[in-house]
């Protein structure tokens, strides 16, 4: 503790999360990119079935549940539900594991 090697205030006091409060302007441009891009592997796979002939609940499921990224608002782009919010939204870049999980519905009215 003491000497050349003294910890900071910030390591001593614990966890230090330094996430900021908005997303960027590149990670905004990336969370749009993976949202086509899942939007483009549903439309090929929905595709590859209909020309078989098949169909699955999921995909249905998909289609007729989530918004595509071009019918999504910017707010339910970038912003989840949270209910220990002030005002229930928060930054979609605060949610653990955002960039894999699908969060384009909200509940109706936030």
Known sequence: MFGPFRATNPLSGGLLWKIPWRLSRMQKARHRKRL????????????ALAKQGVTTKAVERWKK??????????????????????????????????????????????
């Open 36 to 47: 086509r891009a899942v939007d483009n592997v549903v439309s090929i796979v929905d595709q």
């Open 65 to 110: 549940e989530m918004p595509a990224e071009q019918d999504m608002l910017p707010r339910d782009k970038y912003t989840i539900f949270d209910r220990k919010e002030k005002k229930y939204r928060k930054g979609i870049h605060k949610l653990p594991k955002w960039t894999r999980l699908s969060q384009r519905v909200n509940p109706p009215g936030f």
